[in-house]
């Protein structure tokens, strides 16, 4: 039995490919953390490092620690560099002399991540971790297969049996730099979590892998909220053993103690009180928990910092450009994403300095239903083959505006371009209903739609407010969450949502019509899904026991999860498939013979008790989510997967 691991850091790159300076800081902290007896516990001939390697070298290293391993080994691979996707999804591992040519990766200069996962997959070691902080590292996990895992008796201390995959991003996303360090920010909370034992969450003495995996990620998003660090265990993975800590440290109780009770920076007063009174029952000196404090608050103190740039930089750009011109808000987003800023982080800033601005207004329309102005985000657009592989991966772009409910609570809106459509399936379509037909052209006015479902938040601020019509349940969702869709919510209930909100902002909100749903949801696609022929448990949450066409069997989550978890469509809408069903305006009619072509709801009989609803849901399968899908239920009738998103046009709405 052995502890083996490869360090690989890449700072020095060819012309085309950014420098990262703290590359090769970084594999140095790892490998300081591994070899100390009282934290990774690896005997340092075991620990190879490796900086700015040439190919050759770097594929050599990779290939020799997986190779004649034996299967009670603990393999672990890490690695800080620019990481490469290319058209096809396919990620590569940068060296220093990789390099592009009309901005495509040459490969022969790069080492290929699937290359890696054969390797692995060869391997005998039973326990293997790869940790990757480089940007795009979500890719590499994509792909990589299970192996079979013999029944082999080992010793307690390394856990479970499997693979932890640990990315410092998404597949489509960058990871984030920091002024302030000499390491990079998803390494550096990695190296804290184990030096200071933070990341051993249960207390038990061990950090295993999928602790260490939430104490970094938290820590990364209070710095970089727009980072998302991920992890991808196979099998027993996540409870791979990789460090100890120091169990019954006095600093590592008081520490936890901070952590549990900072909030944005800041103790409250009996929060406050209560440290002071630990600090002298752990007798720690105030210079040493005061030290504790300090680190503790840096990820916030760094967020905080970059928000006061962003607002300095905003100030300094509308007084250069105030019109801000395409190209400049294009450059403005660039350096949010600079930052590690969600759009959500810098919207209270914009609203204050842009508002004070008086930006163009980009549609005419009456002041008293004019959106807020938009603003742009970027998206990753995904499409499938017939098994539900991912074949092309492109950028979308759409503006959206933000409603500011309250509480610290928004709603984004995604502006919908108009345009015609042909509503309903074909006949050969797989799990269609003949209320699905006649296919008939609709032409659709532009409108904005909620970015998400309504989430328990939203619905919470909203529901607070005076009532319009009928009373509203503040906390009515079977599965909790503030960002989870809210659910167990009627058509009726939607309705009065909707009218709280236009009383609040002055503008006219709504559920869609059904040809609107569909029109947004198709997004231009005439495929049953926007991502294609068929789904995956990949890019919606829904019943993976059941199939459509070629695709394999998924994932039953077996509750509804965060919004915005899968790739949106190419509107920029998300989680349009699944989760929850979404409530429509329209009344139930069999067929569509008859029906408006103007995208308007179909109203006819207002004691219809039957309305519309669209999409699908966590317990759906996926026929039941294509695009085409229709629905009737009581609109007086409550259920744990029904919920809905919310609309608003751009002129006056009757």
């Known amino acids: 039995m052995a502890k083996v691991a490869l360090l690989i850091g890449i700072s020095e790159y060819e012309p085309g490919l950014t420098p990262l300076p703290n590359a090769v800081n970084d594999v140095e902290a790892m490998r300081r953390v591994l070899v100390n007896p009282e934290m990774g516990d690896f005997a340092p001939e075991n620990v ?317 329309e009456p002041p008293e239903t004019q959106p807020n102005q938009p603003n742009q985000f970027e998206f990753e657009i995904v499409k499938v083959d017939a098994k539900g592989q991912i074949i092309n991966r492109s950028q979308g772009r759409a503006e959206f505006f933000t409603e500011d409910l309250g509480n610290g609570v928004v709603l984004e809106m995604v502006s919908i371009p108009g345009g015609t459509f042909l509503m309903g399936s074909p006949e050969n379509e797989e799990g269609r209903s003949d209320d699905e037909s006649p296919q008939h052209n609709v032409t659709v006015q532009p409108f904005f739609m909620g970015k998400f479902p309504v989430t328990q938040a939203q619905w919470q601020v909203v529901a607070a407010l005076d009532k319009v019509n009928i009373d509203l349940n503040p906390d009515p969702s079977h599965f909790k969450g503030a960002n989870r869709p809210v659910e167990q919510v009627s058509w009726n209930e939607a309705v009065e949502f909707c009218a709280r909100l236009s009383k609040k902002t002055c503008k006219i909100y709504r559920l869609p019509s059904e040809a609107e749903w569909e029109y947004a949801c198709r997004a231009g696609t005439t495929t049953p899904f926007y991502f294609g022929g068929t789904i995956t448990t990949e890019l919606a949450n829904y019943d993976g026991r059941s199939t459509y066409g070629s695709a394999p069997k998924g994932e039953y989550r077996e509750q509804t999860t965060d919004i915005g978890k899968f790739p949106a469509n190419p509107f920029g809408l998300f989680d349009m498939y699944g989760n929850v069903w979404e409530w429509c305006q329209d009344e139930w009619h069999e067929k569509y013979n008859n029906a408006p072509t103007d995208g308007s709801a179909w109203l006819i009989d207002n004691d219809n008790q039957y309305r519309l609803l669209r999409g699908g849901s966590w317990c759906s399968n996926p026929r039941i989510c294509r695009s085409a899908n229709r629905l009737r239920n009581v609109r007086d009738r409550r259920f744990n997967n029904v919920g809905f998103r919310v609309v608003v046009v751009r002129g006056r709405d009757s």
């Not at 856990?159 to 991003?169: C, D, K, Q, V, Y």
């Not at 105030?286 to 905003?314: F, H, S």
Request: aromatic share 8%.
């Open 48 to 364: 190879t490092v490796l900086q700015n390697p040439q190919r050759q070298e770097m594929e050599d290293a990779i290939y020799n620690l997986y190779a004649h391993r034996d299967k009670d080994d603990l393999l672990l691979f890490y690695f800080s560099g620019h990481g490469v996707t290319v058209e096809s999804g396919d990620f590569y591992f940068s060296t220093s002399i990789t390099r592009k040519n009309q901005n495509k990766l040459v490969p022969t200069t790069a080492v290929a991540g699937t290359s890696v996962h054969s390797w692995m997959n060869q391997s005998k070691s039973k326990r293997q971790v790869v940790i990757l902080d480089c940007c795009f590292s979500g890719a590499f996990a994509k792909g990589l297969t299970a192996k079979d895992i013999d029944s082999i008796d080992l010793e307690q201390k390394l856990g479970g049996e499997g693979r932890a995959i640990l990315t410092a991003s998404s597949s489509t996303q960058y990871a984030f730099a920091s002024d302030g360090l000499d390491l990079s920010i998803y390494t550096h909370y990695l190296v804290k979590g184990i030096e200071k034992g933070t990341a051993d969450l249960d207390g038990d003495g061990l950090i295993a892998v999928d602790e260490l995996h939430k104490y970094t990620k938290s820590k990364v998003q209070e710095a970089s909220p727009a980072m998302t660090p991920e992890f991808y265990p196979v099998k027993e993975g996540y409870r791979i053993f990789l460090a100890k800590s120091p169990k019954d440290d006095p600093k590592l109780k008081y520490r936890k103690e901070v952590e549990g009770r900072i909030y944005r920076g800041k103790f409250s007063i009996p929060a406050r009180r209560l440290l002071n009174s630990l600090r002298l029952q752990l007798q720690l000196d105030a210079d040493i928990a005061d030290a504790i404090e300090a680190e503790v608050k840096q990820p916030y103190l760094e967020y905080q910092r970059k928000l006061e740039e962003y607002e300095t930089t905003l100030i300094e750009t509308i007084a250069d450009d105030p019109k801000l011109s395409e190209r400049t808000l294009n450059d403005l987003r660039d350096y949010q994403q600079h930052l590690g800023l969600r759009d959500e982080d810098v919207a209270p800033i914009e609203k204050r300095i842009i508002g004070q601005q008086k930006p163009p207004v980009f549609v005419e």
